[in-house]
């Protein structure tokens, strides 16, 4: 599966959402379930699905679906 | 079934409101594939679960212990309830439970857990420079939260204990050390201990336990602990939960009682009619070592109250010649098993022979076998049974039976303790019974002695623990945390009395309880019960007797009960009706309400009762 749809699909499921209805538009302040528990859960999910850790610093700058396809991305090209 | 399917098939049974089937398939998904994902799947399923009994939590905590939620509603729904989590705000548990007015008390909870970290508590036992802290004032604020809480609510409260630090202040010293970070914690975890003893139905969470057998170098996640204020790392919030889930289990009296075992590669390896007792593996060397310390394992179950049972496949003789020559590695013997069903009928038979002899429901009984059709065929026939698949390797025999918490209790009375012995001496009772035709000239036979007296505080343990988990001859399935029942025996309007019975098989301990209220004109019997050990030897008369003659000491012109049916009271129905009460109506719940004249004859105790 590609890095935008296996994100999408872990967004949705976090957020109660269709998969659908994720795309750039989808942030920490404009989505009401995204709060900084959710916030939490994407990150340790991701994590975990895609096998690397982000440094403490870097979780705040990932603000919305295309940060974080960004920075799963920015990774899997150094690997 | 694969985890997709095992989602479908989870959200069906919801569908049709099947409670058994939605619980059963809620924990096959956690076994297949446990982890966040599962447990936000089944939060949302256990919202539609609304034929689930409902069980509210209060979560009071110093860190941000909402990430536990999910996995907290998941494995409640996969034990059959509905959880409700009253989330109290962070690092508020202080004023939470010292403001009389607080939500905590507003919220009229279940039961309340108090998950506060270690650092957050006693800083000073986890700091870095040298440490002196002081385990009397942690003591004494413990207690004066315990009192106060205890003013206000009456449902258990459930402590955290502390977990040691992954490093230690003085490294390798430390635990050398008389005031290592070590030795202190373990102070402090004494001084919480201290606390919940001497507080009715206040319960340390070993929290310190878990943490160790899950390595705190794992367990803790510091970069999520600073970041977020969420110390447990991910992966072992199901642990997290799963250990709250055991304490849950036991408050609600659905623990289970009775461990029934195969026997051919479970309590040895090898077919002991093939193998022969001296081919079997049982002894020093792997894998005879695993299977004997595996025995172990269940000896100490049945010394904890545990009663076991086998149902297996064998030529009969074969296992008593096994049990008969004492073969030198056998740890598991005879006594230790309640009731012995070797044959060739199918194990679900066995199961249902079993349940009935010693008078237990199916849904308090786990069944054990190594044998995957066996096991199915056991889930198909008797859902309700926890089914134990064990695998071929007997080293994770232990694990794969204790991790689940099924057995878990919050108390142990000389009752629990001597339990298979007793429902062994049932056993023995009901074949005596077969043999004698007169049922009164049997009883007598028993030499019972009957004590009726008022709840003592040595007793508080297990009456409260007879409320919550008696099912059969239970006439209103009131059921009471202890403190409950504490402040009903100190009220004067209230008898609580207990009955203990000794037979010539052997000291029963306490199993009846009554409870009744009195105003002078009517004494009102809120609740009777007793153990399902004794039903059949008319306890619930004798002790019927003695509240009516309490009732014409109290001047009381009337004696009313009520009996609340459900599903398994069925031998309490008749318990007014026999005893010459008379039916006074029928409530629209279906509860049925009696009323007797004590001073019109009253009820007569049965002759064959030796009073003390």
Same mark, same amino acid.
């Given at each position: 599966?590609?890095?935008?749809?296996? @994100?999408?699909?872990?967004? +949705?499921?976090?957020?109660?959402?269709? =998969? %659908? &209805?994720?795309?750039?538009?989808?942030?920490?302040?404009?989505?009401?379930?995204?709060?900084?528990?959710?916030?939490?859960?994407? @990150?340790?999910?991701?994590? +975990?699905?895609?096998?690397?850790?982000? =440094? %403490? &610093?870097?979780?705040?700058?990932?603000?919305?679906?295309?940060?974080?396809?960004?920075?799963?991305?920015?990774?899997?090209?150094?690997? | 079934?694969?985890?997709?399917?095992?989602?479908?098939?989870?959200?069906?049974?919801?569908?049709?409101?099947?409670?058994?089937?939605?619980?059963?398939?809620?924990?096959?998904?956690?076994?297949?594939?446990?982890?966040?994902?599962?447990?936000?799947?089944?939060?949302?399923?256990?919202?539609?679960?609304?034929?689930?009994?409902?069980?509210?939590?209060?979560?009071?905590?110093?860190?941000?212990?909402?990430?536990?939620?999910?996995?907290?509603?998941?494995?409640?729904?996969?034990?059959?309830?509905?959880?409700?989590?009253?989330?109290?705000?962070?690092?508020?548990?202080?004023?939470?439970?010292?403001?009389?007015?607080?939500?905590?008390?507003?919220?009229?909870?279940?039961?309340?857990?108090?998950?506060?970290?270690?650092?957050?508590?006693?800083?000073?036992?986890?700091?870095?420079?040298?440490?002196?802290?002081?385990?009397?004032?942690?003591?004494?604020?413990?207690?004066?939260?315990?009192?106060?809480?205890?003013?206000?609510?009456?449902?258990?409260?459930?402590?955290?204990?502390?977990?040691?630090?992954?490093?230690?202040?003085?490294?390798?010293?430390?635990?050398?050390?008389?005031?290592?970070?070590?030795?202190?914690?373990?102070?402090?975890?004494?001084?919480?201990?201290?606390?919940?003893?001497?507080?009715?139905?206040?319960?340390?969470?070993?929290?310190?336990?878990?943490?160790?057998?899950?390595?705190?170098?794992?367990?803790?996640?510091?970069?999520?602990?600073?970041?977020?204020?969420?110390?447990?790392?991910?992966?072992?919030?199901?642990?997290?939960?799963?250990?709250?889930?055991?304490?849950?289990?036991?408050?609600?009296?659905?623990?289970?009682?009775?461990?029934?075992?195969?026997?051919?590669?479970?309590?040895?390896?090898?077919?002991?009619?093939?193998?022969?007792?001296?081919?079997?593996?049982?002894?020093?060397?792997?894998?005879?070592?695993?299977?004997?310390?595996?025995?172990?394992?269940?000896?100490?179950?049945?010394?904890?109250?545990?009663?076991?049972?086998?149902?297996?496949?064998?030529?009969?003789?074969?296992?008593?010649?096994?049990?008969?020559?004492?073969?030198?590695?056998?740890?598991?013997?005879?006594?230790?098993?309640?009731?012995?069903?070797?044959?060739?009928?199918?194990?679900?038979?066995?199961?249902?022979?079993?349940?009935?002899?010693?008078?237990?429901?199916?849904?308090?009984?786990?069944?054990?076998?190594?044998?995957?059709?066996?096991?199915?065929?056991?889930?198909?026939?008797?859902?309700?049974?926890?089914?134990?698949?064990?695998?071929?390797?007997?080293?994770?025999?232990?694990?794969?039976?204790?991790?689940?918490?099924?057995?878990?209790?919050?108390?142990?009375?000389?009752?629990?303790?001597?339990?298979?012995?007793?429902?062994?001496?049932?056993?023995?009772?009901?074949?005596?019974?077969?043999?004698?035709?007169?049922?009164?000239?049997?009883?007598?036979?028993?030499?019972?002695?009957?004590?009726?007296?008022?709840?003592?505080?040595?007793?508080?343990?297990?009456?409260?623990?007879?409320?919550?988990?008696?099912?059969?001859?239970?006439?209103?399935?009131?059921?009471?945390?202890?403190?409950?029942?504490?402040?009903?025996?100190?009220?004067?309007?209230?008898?609580?009395?207990?009955?203990?019975?000794?037979?010539?098989?052997?000291?029963?301990?306490?199993?009846?309880?009554?409870?009744?209220?009195?105003?002078?004109?009517?004494?009102?019997?809120?609740?009777?019960?007793?153990?399902?050990?004794?039903?059949?030897?008319?306890?619930?008369?004798?002790?019927?007797?003695?509240?009516?003659?309490?009732?014409?000491?109290?001047?009381?012109?009337?004696?009313?009960?009520?009996?609340?049916?459900?599903?398994?009271?069925?031998?309490?129905?008749?318990?007014?009706?026999?005893?010459?009460?008379?039916?006074?109506?029928?409530?629209?719940?279906?509860?049925?309400?009696?009323?007797?004249?004590?001073?019109?004859?009253?009820?007569?105790?049965?002759?064959?009762?030796?009073?003390?």
């Amino acid at each position: 599966m590609p890095i935008d749809d296996e @994100i999408k699909a872990l967004l +949705a499921d976090i957020l109660g959402l269709a =998969p %659908a &209805e994720i795309g750039p538009h989808t942030a920490i302040d404009k989505v009401p379930a995204w709060d900084s528990a959710n916030h939490v859960n994407i @990150i340790l999910e991701i994590e +975990a699905r895609f096998g690397f850790t982000f =440094p %403490a &610093e870097e979780i705040e700058r990932l603000r919305g679906f295309s940060d974080l396809v960004g920075a799963v991305a920015a990774r899997r090209a150094t690997v | 079934m694969d985890e997709v399917a095992l989602r479908t098939a989870t959200a069906a049974a919801v569908d049709a409101s099947d409670a058994g089937g939605a619980a059963r398939l809620a924990r096959r998904l956690i076994e297949a594939r446990p982890g966040l994902p599962t447990y936000r799947f089944l939060r949302r399923r256990a919202e539609a679960a609304t034929f689930l009994p409902p069980y509210r939590l209060a979560l009071l905590s110093s860190f941000s212990v909402e990430f536990l939620h999910d996995a907290l509603i998941a494995h409640a729904f996969a034990q059959g309830l509905c959880l409700s989590i009253h989330q109290t705000g962070f690092n508020t548990f202080r004023q939470e439970i010292l403001a009389p007015d607080s939500d905590l008390y507003a919220a009229r909870c279940d039961a309340v857990i108090l998950a506060v970290d270690g650092q957050d508590w006693v800083p000073d036992a986890y700091g870095w420079s040298a440490t002196s802290c002081d385990v009397a004032a942690f003591q004494a604020e413990v207690a004066a939260l315990v009192a106060a809480f205890r003013k206000r609510c009456g449902a258990p409260l459930l402590i955290h204990n502390l977990a040691p630090p992954p490093w230690p202040r003085l490294g390798i010293l430390d635990s050398a050390s008389d005031d290592g970070q070590a030795a202190l914690i373990a102070r402090l975890n004494e001084a919480l201990r201290a606390v919940a003893r001497s507080a009715a139905d206040v319960h340390v969470v070993d929290y310190a336990g878990l943490v160790s057998r899950h390595g705190s170098a794992d367990w803790f996640d510091e970069r999520m602990r600073h970041y977020a204020g969420a110390p447990i790392r991910h992966h072992h919030l199901g642990d997290m939960a799963r250990e709250h889930l055991k304490y849950i289990r036991a408050l609600t009296g659905r623990s289970a009682k009775c461990l029934v075992t195969d026997l051919d590669n479970t309590l040895w390896g090898g077919v002991l009619g093939e193998d022969g007792p001296d081919g079997i593996r049982l002894g020093p060397t792997y894998p005879g070592s695993a299977f004997r310390e595996f025995q172990e394992v269940l000896v100490g179950l049945a010394a904890r109250g545990v009663i076991l049972a086998v149902a297996s496949k064998n030529n009969p003789a074969d296992v008593d010649a096994l049990f008969d020559r004492h073969h030198p590695h056998m740890r598991l013997g005879r006594e230790h098993f309640a009731c012995l069903r070797v044959g060739w009928q199918p194990k679900p038979d066995a199961l249902r022979d079993i349940a009935r002899t010693l008078n237990i429901g199916l849904e308090h009984m786990v069944f054990m076998d190594d044998s995957a059709a066996e096991c199915e065929q056991v889930r198909q026939a008797l859902p309700m049974v926890e089914v134990i698949h064990l695998p071929p390797e007997p080293e994770r025999f232990a694990q794969l039976l204790l991790e689940g918490g099924l057995f878990e209790t919050l108390s142990l009375s000389a009752e629990d303790r001597a339990r298979s012995t007793l429902y062994r001496a049932r056993a023995e009772a009901e074949a005596l019974k077969d043999a004698c035709t007169d049922v009164a000239a049997f009883l007598d036979s028993l030499g019972m002695r009957l004590t009726l007296a008022p709840l003592v505080p040595a007793a508080l343990a297990r009456a409260g623990q007879l409320t919550r988990k008696t099912n059969q001859f239970n006439a209103t399935t009131w059921r009471l945390s202890d403190g409950e029942l504490e402040a009903l025996a100190a009220d004067p309007a209230w008898i609580v009395m207990t009955a203990a019975l000794t037979d010539r098989f052997g000291d029963h301990g306490i199993i009846g309880l009554a409870m009744a209220r009195h105003d002078g004109a009517t004494l009102d019997i809120a609740q009777l019960l007793l153990s399902c050990r004794v039903i059949g030897r008319g306890v619930e008369t004798a002790m019927l007797a003695e509240l009516c003659h309490q009732a014409s000491q109290a001047g009381c012109g009337r004696v009313v009960g009520r009996i609340v049916p459900t599903a398994k009271n069925v031998p309490a129905r008749d318990l007014y009706r026999k005893a010459g009460f008379s039916g006074a109506g029928e409530e629209a719940d279906g509860s049925t309400r009696w009323v007797l004249d004590p001073a019109a004859g009253g009820v007569e105790a049965p002759a064959w009762f030796h009073h003390s």
